[in-house]
């Protein structure tokens, strides 16, 4: 299972939105296939197994990293592609949260005469997954923060100079961190103070482009904006429905923009990236008011600070704008899931403390 897990992660930036799922078959203490989920709308997992395995997958164990699924998509079902090649057995790390399997895909199996089990290394599995997990089960994406910081915890001078706070290291790692995410959120006042792109460059995937979220309550971004220069979509949530000229302007640019009520903007604009964009994994790069509200409402399920080893002042930028907290009763409590050196920085992976289960305290 161990080895069906780590061939699910070599899926980890091109499966969106399918969950990344790795397969081993084994037999007489040998594996004779292997393979993963490498692409949505490509063979699964198990069906990449079997065609490796051929005749040998007759008798064999296979080991899943995700229950079989038990449904036609874009894909036939792979619950009946193991029967037909005659396994043994199916052990999976966990039941796939999706409604049109969840249990019946190792149900269908059971009553096909094929030994079944589920729960072998099942938090590594759902760690993998997070964000699939919950975009069937809440129908929310996990969002992740990310933020660099110096060592007195400020992010920038007060002159908004913030480039560059990280090393070459760190920043190569925030571009793998964009890579495996669907899509990469900031704030209007992030866009108009840097100009961001959004994108995924230093790596060697030209073709992985996530979806670029601005939150622009008042649609106050500009036409000229860089990220609307580059190959890849911008989505643009806005509450502004007068002004249709700028509408027209930013279409016209490259944007697609969504209207959403006021009230409840940001739950609201998770849901729609989770049901309309089927997005697993959004990635957070904004600045300390949209990432101190979104901490407020409880809409942050994971931090990722690179800690640099240099001093800003008093005078520069904070970390998070959270006003309401006022005093030790009102702090928020977060866990710490890793810390690792990434060049002359430190990376901590924090998940922010929700009791629910699903913001990392099984990893």
Excluded at 10 to 15: F, N, V, Y
Excluded at 135 to 158: F, H, N, W
Excluded at 252 to 273: C, K, Q, S, T
Aim: glycine share 10%; with cysteine.
């Amino acid at each position: 299972m161990a080895r069906a897990l780590r061939l699910a992660a070599r899926g980890l930036t091109t499966t969106q939105p399918n969950p990344r799922v790795g397969c081993v078959l084994a037999r007489d203490g040998q594996i004779v296939g292997e393979g993963w989920h490498e692409f949505a709308g490509g063979p699964h997992a198990e069906i990449n197994a079997l065609e490796q395995a051929g005749d040998a997958a007759r008798g064999a164990d296979c080991y899943v990293s995700l229950e079989p699924c038990n449904h036609h998509g874009r894909t036939p079902p792979c619950s009946e592609a193991l029967i037909r090649a005659g396994v043994a057995r199916v052990v999976a790390a966990t039941t796939d949260p999706d409604p049109r399997t969840a249990g019946a895909g190792l149900q269908k199996l059971a009553a096909a005469g094929i030994d079944t089990a589920c729960g072998l290394l099942e938090p590594q599995a759902r760690e993998l997954n997070r964000g699939f997990v919950l975009r069937l089960t809440r129908e929310r994406p996990y969002v992740r923060c990310k933020q660099a910081l110096s060592v007195d915890g400020r992010t920038a001078m007060a002159s908004g100079e913030s480039k560059w706070i990280s090393g070459e290291a760190a920043r190569l790692d925030v571009q793998r961190l964009r890579a495996r995410s669907c899509a990469v959120l900031t704030g209007i006042g992030t866009v108009l103070a840097d100009d961001p792109r959004l994108d995924v460059r230093h790596l060697d995937m030209p073709r992985r482009r996530p979806l670029r979220v601005v939150l622009d309550r008042r649609l106050r971004m500009s036409a000229d904006a860089r990220m609307l220069g580059l190959p890849g979509r911008v989505l643009i949530f806005t509450c502004n429905i007068d002004n249709s000229i700028k509408h027209g302007m930013l279409i016209g640019a490259g944007a697609e923009i969504v209207v959403l009520p006021e009230p409840d903007f940001a739950n609201g604009v998770l849901r729609y990236l989770a049901g309309q964009e089927q997005v697993n994994e959004v990635l957070v790069e904004a600045g300390a008011t949209l990432t101190g509200a979104l901490l407020q409402a409880g809409l942050i399920d994971e931090l990722i600070l690179y800690q640099a080893p240099v001093i800003m002042g008093d005078a520069a930028r904070g970390l998070f704008h959270l006003p309401q907290l006022q005093h030790m009763r009102d702090r928020m409590e977060l866990k710490l899931l890793e810390s690792r050196r990434i060049g002359a920085d430190l990376r901590l992976r924090l998940a922010v403390a929700r009791g629910d289960g699903m913001n990392g305290e099984n990893h």
